[in-house]
Protein backbone atom coordinates (compact mmCIF):
# COMPACT_ATOMS: atom_id res chain seq x y z
CA UNK A 1 0.00 0.00 0.00
CA UNK A 2 1.44 3.62 -0.76
CA UNK A 3 1.74 6.01 2.01
CA UNK A 4 -0.98 8.31 -0.09
CA UNK A 5 -2.88 5.30 0.33
CA UNK A 6 -2.20 4.87 4.02
CA UNK A 7 -2.59 8.49 5.29
CA UNK A 8 -5.76 8.33 3.34
CA UNK A 9 -7.24 5.72 5.49
CA UNK A 10 -6.43 6.84 8.80
CA UNK A 11 -8.12 10.39 7.70
CA UNK A 12 -11.23 7.59 7.15
CA UNK A 13 -10.09 6.17 10.61
CA UNK A 14 -9.66 9.06 12.70
CA UNK A 15 -12.40 11.05 10.67
CA UNK A 16 -15.04 7.60 12.12
CA UNK A 17 -13.09 8.00 15.75
CA UNK A 18 -14.50 11.61 15.61
CA UNK A 19 -18.14 10.73 14.39
CA UNK A 20 -18.46 8.00 16.95
CA UNK A 21 -17.10 10.51 19.60
CA UNK A 22 -19.18 13.30 18.67
CA UNK A 23 -22.39 11.06 18.53
CA UNK A 24 -21.90 9.58 21.92
CA UNK A 25 -21.73 13.12 23.71
CA UNK A 26 -25.08 14.02 21.68
CA UNK A 27 -26.56 10.70 22.95
CA UNK A 28 -25.78 11.45 26.19
CA UNK A 29 -26.97 14.81 26.47
CA UNK A 30 -30.21 13.87 24.86
CA UNK A 31 -30.42 11.31 27.79
CA UNK A 32 -29.38 13.66 30.22
CA UNK A 33 -32.08 15.98 28.90
CA UNK A 34 -34.85 13.38 29.07
CA UNK A 35 -33.65 12.43 32.02
CA UNK A 36 -35.68 14.53 34.39
CA UNK A 37 -39.37 14.52 32.75
CA UNK A 38 -39.10 10.81 32.57
CA UNK A 39 -37.61 10.97 36.08
CA UNK A 40 -41.02 13.01 37.43
CA UNK A 41 -43.56 11.20 34.90
CA UNK A 42 -42.44 8.13 36.95
CA UNK A 43 -42.86 9.57 40.16
CA UNK A 44 -46.19 10.80 39.43
CA UNK A 45 -47.47 7.47 38.13
CA UNK A 46 -45.71 4.87 41.15
CA UNK A 47 -45.89 7.80 43.71
CA UNK A 48 -42.04 7.35 44.50
CA UNK A 49 -40.21 10.08 46.26
CA UNK A 50 -43.25 11.26 47.71
CA UNK A 51 -45.17 12.49 44.66
CA UNK A 52 -48.65 12.69 44.71
CA UNK A 53 -51.73 11.05 42.40
CA UNK A 54 -53.79 13.34 40.82
CA UNK A 55 -57.33 12.21 40.01
CA UNK A 56 -60.54 13.30 38.66
CA UNK A 57 -63.13 11.68 41.31
CA UNK A 58 -63.37 11.87 44.62
CA UNK A 59 -63.26 8.72 47.02
CA UNK A 60 -66.21 6.20 47.43
CA UNK A 61 -65.18 4.73 50.39
CA UNK A 62 -64.00 6.64 53.98
CA UNK A 63 -62.41 5.03 56.51
CA UNK A 64 -63.35 5.28 60.46
CA UNK A 65 -59.83 6.07 60.70
CA UNK A 66 -57.99 9.57 60.85
CA UNK A 67 -55.16 11.00 59.22
CA UNK A 68 -53.12 13.54 60.66
CA UNK A 69 -51.97 16.09 57.90
CA UNK A 70 -49.51 18.68 58.32
CA UNK A 71 -48.52 21.33 55.86
CA UNK A 72 -45.43 23.21 54.83
CA UNK A 73 -45.07 26.41 51.97
CA UNK A 74 -41.56 27.61 51.05
CA UNK A 75 -41.05 30.10 48.24
CA UNK A 76 -37.42 30.13 46.58
CA UNK A 77 -34.89 32.21 45.41
CA UNK A 78 -36.51 34.82 42.66
CA UNK A 79 -39.90 35.39 43.96
CA UNK A 80 -40.74 37.90 46.48
CA UNK A 81 -43.46 36.40 47.63
CA UNK A 82 -45.00 35.06 51.28
CA UNK A 83 -46.83 31.73 51.00
CA UNK A 84 -48.32 30.11 54.04
CA UNK A 85 -51.23 27.31 54.28
CA UNK A 86 -54.71 29.10 56.26
CA UNK A 87 -54.25 26.10 59.05
CA UNK A 88 -50.89 24.06 59.62
CA UNK A 89 -52.73 21.03 59.86
CA UNK A 90 -56.09 18.73 59.42
CA UNK A 91 -57.60 15.75 60.33
CA UNK A 92 -59.39 13.95 57.83
CA UNK A 93 -60.45 10.35 57.94
CA UNK A 94 -58.89 8.29 55.47
CA UNK A 95 -61.15 8.42 52.29
CA UNK A 96 -62.58 11.72 53.22
CA UNK A 97 -62.27 14.32 50.47
CA UNK A 98 -61.34 17.48 52.50
CA UNK A 99 -60.15 21.49 50.73
CA UNK A 100 -57.40 23.32 52.35
CA UNK A 101 -56.04 27.03 51.72
CA UNK A 102 -53.11 28.46 50.77
CA UNK A 103 -52.11 31.64 50.47
CA UNK A 104 -49.91 33.66 48.20
CA UNK A 105 -48.95 37.34 48.16
CA UNK A 106 -46.73 39.27 45.41
CA UNK A 107 -44.35 42.07 47.78
CA UNK A 108 -42.70 42.91 44.78
CA UNK A 109 -43.13 45.77 42.32
CA UNK A 110 -43.60 43.74 39.30
CA UNK A 111 -46.13 41.23 38.47
CA UNK A 112 -44.02 37.82 38.85
CA UNK A 113 -45.43 33.82 37.49
CA UNK A 114 -44.65 30.87 39.97
CA UNK A 115 -44.83 26.98 39.68
CA UNK A 116 -45.41 25.26 42.72
CA UNK A 117 -43.78 22.04 43.03
CA UNK A 118 -44.95 19.49 45.90
CA UNK A 119 -44.12 16.31 47.51
CA UNK A 120 -45.09 14.41 50.94
CA UNK A 121 -43.38 12.84 53.37
CA UNK A 122 -43.32 9.79 54.51
CA UNK A 123 -42.26 9.19 50.63
CA UNK A 124 -44.61 6.09 50.95
CA UNK A 125 -47.62 7.99 51.74
CA UNK A 126 -47.01 9.38 48.44
CA UNK A 127 -48.82 7.00 46.17
CA UNK A 128 -51.82 7.54 48.35
CA UNK A 129 -52.51 11.05 48.34
CA UNK A 130 -54.74 11.96 45.66
CA UNK A 131 -55.38 15.31 44.60
CA UNK A 132 -58.18 16.62 43.13
CA UNK A 133 -57.91 20.29 42.80
CA UNK A 134 -54.76 21.99 43.32
CA UNK A 135 -53.10 25.25 41.91
CA UNK A 136 -49.83 23.37 41.38
CA UNK A 137 -51.87 21.69 38.11
CA UNK A 138 -51.17 25.46 36.42
CA UNK A 139 -48.95 28.54 37.09
CA UNK A 140 -49.84 31.45 38.91
CA UNK A 141 -49.53 34.88 38.23
CA UNK A 142 -49.56 37.78 40.83
CA UNK A 143 -49.59 41.53 39.95
CA UNK A 144 -47.61 43.77 42.63
CA UNK A 145 -49.18 43.60 45.91
CA UNK A 146 -51.78 40.81 44.96
CA UNK A 147 -52.89 38.33 47.14
CA UNK A 148 -55.10 35.11 46.59
CA UNK A 149 -55.99 32.14 48.35
CA UNK A 150 -55.52 28.77 46.44
CA UNK A 151 -57.12 25.83 47.36
CA UNK A 152 -56.22 22.57 47.32
CA UNK A 153 -59.11 19.58 47.56
CA UNK A 154 -57.63 15.90 48.30
CA UNK A 155 -58.31 12.90 49.92
CA UNK A 156 -56.22 9.70 51.53
CA UNK A 157 -56.47 6.47 49.61
CA UNK A 158 -58.24 3.70 51.86
CA UNK A 159 -55.39 1.26 50.38
CA UNK A 160 -52.39 3.30 52.37
CA UNK A 161 -53.69 0.90 55.61
CA UNK A 162 -53.20 -2.37 53.50
CA UNK A 163 -49.70 -1.88 52.48
CA UNK A 164 -46.93 -2.71 54.72
CA UNK A 165 -44.79 -0.46 54.25
CA UNK A 166 -47.82 2.13 55.10
CA UNK A 167 -50.06 1.10 56.89
CA UNK A 168 -48.50 2.49 60.38
CA UNK A 169 -48.38 5.62 59.22
CA UNK A 170 -50.70 7.95 61.14
CA UNK A 171 -49.04 11.66 59.86
CA UNK A 172 -48.55 12.83 56.62
CA UNK A 173 -46.94 15.69 55.57
CA UNK A 174 -47.65 17.89 52.05
CA UNK A 175 -45.45 20.26 51.58
CA UNK A 176 -45.08 23.16 48.69
CA UNK A 177 -42.13 25.66 46.92
CA UNK A 178 -42.79 27.97 44.71
CA UNK A 179 -40.51 28.46 42.09
CA UNK A 180 -40.26 31.52 39.85
CA UNK A 181 -41.10 30.90 36.27
CA UNK A 182 -40.93 32.98 33.03
CA UNK A 183 -43.77 33.27 30.18
CA UNK A 184 -46.18 34.81 28.53
CA UNK A 185 -48.66 36.64 31.08
CA UNK A 186 -52.31 34.86 30.99
CA UNK A 187 -55.90 37.33 30.48
CA UNK A 188 -56.63 36.22 34.34
CA UNK A 189 -53.93 35.95 37.18
CA UNK A 190 -56.39 33.58 39.03
CA UNK A 191 -56.29 30.24 37.52
CA UNK A 192 -56.82 26.73 39.17
CA UNK A 193 -59.95 28.23 41.27
CA UNK A 194 -57.77 30.72 43.24
CA UNK A 195 -59.74 33.35 44.77
CA UNK A 196 -58.63 37.16 44.86
CA UNK A 197 -58.39 38.78 48.45
CA UNK A 198 -58.69 42.60 48.49
CA UNK A 199 -55.30 44.17 49.90
CA UNK A 200 -56.44 45.98 53.13
CA UNK A 201 -55.01 49.87 53.56
Not at 25 to 51: D, E, H, K, W
Not at 138 to 161: A, R, S
Request: net charge positive.
Amino acid sequence: MSEKAAARKQRRNNGAVVMMCLSFVFGMGAMSYAAVPLYRIFCQVTGYNGTTQRVEQMSSVVLDRKMRVTFDANVAPGLQWNFKPAEHEVNPKIGETIQVNFVAENRSNETQRGQAVFNVTPGEAGAYFNKVQCFCFTDTDLKPGEKLEMPVVFYIDPDIVKAVESKDIHTVTLSYTFYPKEGPKPVASNEGGAVKIEKKL
